[in-house]
């Protein structure tokens, strides 16, 4: 397990996120998940936050420092809160 994302199983990685929603209660859990099978990768939910987004960018800079290539990306969205659908710019850091 790295510092910013857990393995689940080869090809899929979770990076885990929380969101503050009030300081009264507890945080919202809005993980991220990415799913590679060879050139390509799907994003399951992008979350939201800037803290969450660079623990993302981490971790898609190292796939591509270990000689990661996408020829076909996706980004699916569960639905639309914006606690899952805020950090679509990943997407364009895929280079696909």
């Known amino acids: 397990m790295n510092g910013n994302h857990t393995e ?3 090809g899929i990685v979770r990076i885990e996120g929380r969101i ?3 300081l009264l209660l507890e945080s919202i859990v809005s993980h991220i998940y990415f ?3 060879g050139e390509e990768m799907t994003i ?5 936050g800037k803290k969450i987004a660079l623990k993302a960018e981490s971790y898609i ?5 270990e000689g990661a ?4 990306a996706a980004v699916i969205a569960g639905h639309s809160h914006i606690d899952h659908c805020n ?3 990943l997407m ?3 280079g696909v």
């Open 69 to 72: 290539k996408w020829s076909k």
């Open 87 to 89: 950090n679509n710019y």
């Open 35 to 37: 799913l590679e099978d």
């Open 92 to 94: 364009d850091l895929l």
């Open 20 to 22: 503050s929603r009030n």
């Open 61 to 65: 800079e190292q796939r591509k420092r």
């Open 8 to 10: 689940i199983r080869e």
């Open 44 to 48: 399951f939910e992008t979350s939201c």
